[in-house]
């Protein structure tokens, strides 16, 4: 694995935002996050975790999907995902396992190269809004591997950039907590926010490359 340095991580971050603020995407983005060791200024970093706030598509084409879908195999284009988006980038359409066009896994092959080491978190719901779903989930559940982790900082919302908060985390004034800590923070007592944050932790390390995960709340 690959270490990338603060400033290459940050750097990046930025690309994706410039990607998002510039290009049309498979669908509307709301906000573009970074979160944990990025926003903790540690140097470097194993890997840059970046979340988008997107919309679900409501409108589009949904009379040109059979079109698509016999073009590229995958059904939902015009529905799910945009159809003058997969008209211009065909070759990022990604469909799920059960071949419908999935806009977390289509955001993914539009921003990120296949081998970066960057985990990308796509759904519908605000950071911080999802931030307490999944740490009700986990909790349900008794496993905390897909916790998202609290500390973000928000790049880009509704259009508009934050050179502030771009200019904080390149000079590290960004104060955050530990992981455990921030947890105990959201309800969480010592012993589950040590569990948690250590079961967090080891996920994170067994990761390599691109990863992508979507959520709908």
């Keep these: 694995?690959?270490?990338?340095?603060?400033?290459?991580?940050?750097?990046?971050?930025?690309?994706?935002?410039?990607?998002?603020?510039?290009?049309?995407?498979p669908v509307p983005v709301r906000e573009v996050w970074v979160y944990g060791d990025v926003a903790l200024g540690l140097n470097p970093i194993s890997r840059l975790d970046v979340y988008?706030?997107?919309?679900?598509?409501?409108?589009?084409?949904?009379?040109?999907?059979?079109?698509?879908e016999s073009r590229l195999g995958v059904e939902g284009i015009g529905k799910t995902v945009r159809?003058?988006?997969?008209?211009?980038?065909?070759?990022?359409?990604?469909?799920?396992?059960s071949g419908h066009a999935a806009p977390e896994r289509c955001l993914a092959a539009h921003l990120l190269d296949e081998d970066e080491p960057i985990h990308l978190e796509v759904c519908n719901a605000s950071f911080d809004d999802n931030v307490t779903q999944r740490l009700k989930g986990a909790r349900a559940r008794e496993n905390?591997?897909?916790?998202?982790?609290?500390?973000?900082?928000?790049?880009?919302?509704?259009?508009?950039?934050?050179?502030?908060?771009?200019?904080k985390l390149r000079e590290s004034e960004l104060a955050f907590p530990t992981l455990s800590g921030a947890l105990e923070m959201l309800g969480m007592d010592d012993a589950e926010a040590?569990?948690?944050?250590?079961?967090v932790t080891d996920y994170r390390e067994r990761q390599d490359g691109v990863t992508v995960r979507g959520d709908v709340v």
Aim: hydrophobic residues 45%.
């Design 1 to 25: 694995m690959t270490d990338l340095s603060r400033d290459e991580a940050i750097d990046r971050a930025i690309d994706i935002v410039d990607t998002v603020a510039t290009e049309t995407m």
């Design 52 to 68: 988008v706030t997107k919309d679900i598509l409501m409108r589009d084409a949904a009379e040109r999907e059979s079109e698509f």
């Design 83 to 97: 159809a003058a988006w997969a008209e211009d980038h065909p070759g990022f359409v990604r469909a799920n396992s």
């Design 144 to 167: 905390y591997e897909q916790l998202l982790d609290p500390r973000g900082v928000c790049l880009w919302a509704e259009g508009q950039r934050s050179e502030e908060a771009v200019r």
């Design 194 to 199: 040590s569990e948690a944050a250590a079961a």
